[in-house]
């Protein structure tokens, strides 16, 4: 079946400009998860969501970034006024119910900010 | 959370079968082995998971110890695509919202 994607897989974009990342989960996946990872550097959490419940935006880094899932099913991860260290790839995961630990991952989009 | 040990990195011939080994020592009851697996360049992937059962499928097998303190990931028929970095978490399985983190991992390079 289809896996998770990610819209785009990459975007360049100037310092100061706002960028939205697209994520469409695997079909049937309550949870959904945005990390982001620098270049040889392991995998940092930013938020989660799990069906209707609030999501959990305890890793995101500061007020610039957002994210939302709407119909519990496709995620947007907005970032506002990007700086040059939001530059990374942004990967989103999608896990069934109870089953966290089993994350399926997205190709990722690339942002790079100049 | 157990923690777990790897080696840092192994190297195995194409065509042959890929032996990882993973030590839990501190593992609890209900603490499953998860392995994942990083390939140069993409997001982290889902292979297998298991609780004291081995397990099977399409991509690998999990052969855990009667004991569970150690357990071993085999790559049957390894490819030059399985050259990845390794990683075996330990968890509690029954759970939500967990967000994923690896240690070290084992670089396993597949040789031609």
């Known amino acids: 079946g289809a896996g998770v994607s990610q819209s785009p897989s990459n975007k360049v974009t100037e310092k100061g400009k706002d960028v939205e990342l697209r994520c469409d989960p695997i079909s049937g996946h309550t949870a959904l998860y945005w990390y982001r990872q620098s270049l040889g550097q392991g995998l940092e959490f930013l938020i989660y969501?799990?069906?209707?419940?609030?999501?959990?935006k305890s890793g995101l880094p500061s007020d610039r970034f957002s994210a939302e899932r709407t119909g519990g099913s496709v995620s947007t991860l907005t970032i506002q006024r990007t700086q040059q260290e939001d530059s990374a790839v942004y990967l989103c995961?999608?896990?069934?119910?109870?089953?966290?630990?089993?994350?399926?991952f997205g190709p990722g989009t690339r942002l790079t900010v100049t | 959370d157990a923690k777990t040990t790897q080696p840092t990195s192994m190297d195995c011939a194409e065509g042959r079968a890929a032996n990882l080994p993973c030590n839990h020592s501190?593992?609890?009851?209900?603490?499953?082995v998860y392995w994942y697996r990083q390939i140069h360049s993409q997001g982290p992937q889902y292979i297998i998971h298991g609780l004291k059962n081995n397990e099977t499928n399409e991509m690998a097998s999990l052969i855990i110890t009667e004991d569970r303190k150690s357990s071993t990931l085999i790559l049957p028929h390894a490819t030059l695509r399985d050259t990845a970095v390794y990683y075996c978490?330990?968890?509690?399985?029954?759970?939500?919202?967990?967000?994923?983190?690896f240690g070290e991992g084992t670089q396993l390079t597949v040789n031609p």
């Open positions: 969501f799990q069906g209707n419940s609030a999501p959990d």
């Open positions: 978490i330990v968890r509690v399985g029954e759970t939500s919202g967990s967000r994923l983190t």
């Open positions: 501190t593992i609890s009851g209900n603490e499953y």
């Open positions: 995961a999608s896990s069934p119910f109870r089953r966290s630990y089993e994350q399926y």
